[in-house]
């Protein structure tokens, strides 16, 4: 069994950054292809970026491509990144981590991703 356990978020300034972190811990001997989440209050939970279980591949939704950048923690497996620059209102947000045993490549599709953590608010305001 794995457990992953988001932090860093909280409340910033559109405009802003935040780093996300995601840590790995359990049954972490396989790597994992890992992925972010989000979801609004109100809304039902979207994809935001994902890596492949070697980092050679990342994969964005549109909505944060060329803001957001994941990457893999280079010290510890399946832990991941989450830069945030250029905050929006509309990322405002919890950040959910997920990791695949099954995955090789990066997915955007949440049934592919066994693992989740519980996840860490991020607020931006105006």
């Known amino acids: 069994q794995v457990q992953l356990e988001e932090s860093g ?3 910033v300034q559109a405009g802003g950054s ?9 049954r972490t001997g396989s790597s994992y292809a890992m992925g972010w989440f989000r979801q609004a209050l109100g809304t039902e939970r979207e994809f935001v970026a994902s890596i492949s279980r070697t980092g050679d591949s990342t994969y964005y939704a549109d909505s944060v491509k060329g803001r957001f950048t994941i990457s893999r923690r280079d010290n510890a497996k399946n832990s991941v990144y989450l830069q945030m620059n250029s905050l929006k209102p509309e990322d405002t947000a919890v950040y959910y981590c997920a990791g695949s045993a099954g995955l090789v490549g990066a997915s955007s599709r949440s049934i592919h991703y066994n693992y989740w953590g519980q996840g860490t608010q991020v607020t931006v305001s105006s």
């Open 9 to 11: 978020g909280g409340l």
């Open 18 to 26: 935040l780093r996300l972190s995601c840590a790995a811990s359990g």
